[in-house]
């Protein structure tokens, strides 16, 4: 159960931020951006469905990649709270990504050298779309701070929505400690420094001032979640609970 449930974790962070920036689709400031966001969503969809497969083989019974994705309830999920803050404007999308992505980054360069070669297997696939993803925010991210006044304001309000929310990247859920003891999981605490580091290079850039240390704003990993993921999942799982069992 231990390993199903760090799949899940994983699983759950991709499809939720995945789901969160494809509700921009149509939406976006301009065609180009649009469609660079809607495939950022797509990549992380498609991270999520690996990690998916994989804990529905762990957990083994009736369990399925769609079922995990579309019939649990919200205190099932094991995503951190950051990656289902809602969209805000178009500066709180961008810095969410960069934040997220600069963690991801970290998470699966490490993850290459897992003890579980499917883990290995799947991080360096993901690593290359990450890399994408995290230049792709933190261009946003200074091209905004670093912009009109405006356009500042929006960074920086996104900025003290968001920060709170970072901390519990770093801090290890019971499975994910156990699972480093094996050399399964990747140790969080560990990722700070260089998550740190790159988010101070790219603030540097952006004209912000990076606050002292991540927020401590936890619960997500374990359940407990804002109310906003409720909303969320009430709409990325309609269709399949109001027409149970249907296919694509």
Request: aromatic share 10%.
């Amino acid at each position: 159960m231990t390993l199903s449930t760090y799949l899940l974790h994983l699983a759950d962070d991709a499809l939720v931020l995945g789901h969160r920036n494809s509700e921009w689709c149509g939406h976006g400031p301009v065609l180009e951006q649009d469609i660079a966001l809607t495939n950022i969503s797509l990549d992380l969809i498609g991270q999520a469905r690996l990690f998916y497969q994989y804990a529905a083989e762990a957990l083994a019974g009736d369990a399925t990649e769609d079922s995990l994705a579309y019939l649990r309830d919200v205190y099932e999920y094991r995503n951190c709270l950051l990656v289902e803050q809602p969209n805000g404007d178009w500066a709180q999308t961008t810095l969410r990504q960069f934040l997220f992505s600069a963690y991801q980054y970290e998470l699966y360069k490490n993850m290459r050298h897992s003890a579980d070669e499917r883990l290995r297997a799947i991080a360096e696939r993901s690593l290359k779309e990450v890399t994408y993803h995290l230049r792709w925010s933190g261009e946003w991210v200074v091209r905004l701070g670093d912009g009109t006044e405006e356009s500042r304001g929006r960074m920086l309000n996104a900025l003290d929505a968001l920060w709170m929310f970072t901390g519990e990247l770093f801090r290890p859920a019971p499975y994910e400690s156990v699972l480093e003891t094996t050399g399964v999981s990747v140790p969080v605490g560990d990722l700070e420094t260089p998550w740190m580091e790159h988010v101070r290079k790219v603030f540097s850039q952006a004209n912000l001032q990076t606050p002292i240390a991540p927020g401590h704003q936890t619960g997500g990993k374990t359940g407990a979640h804002s109310e906003h993921l409720g909303y969320l999942l009430a709409d990325l799982q309609f269709m399949q609970r109001a027409y149970p069992g249907s296919t694509w």
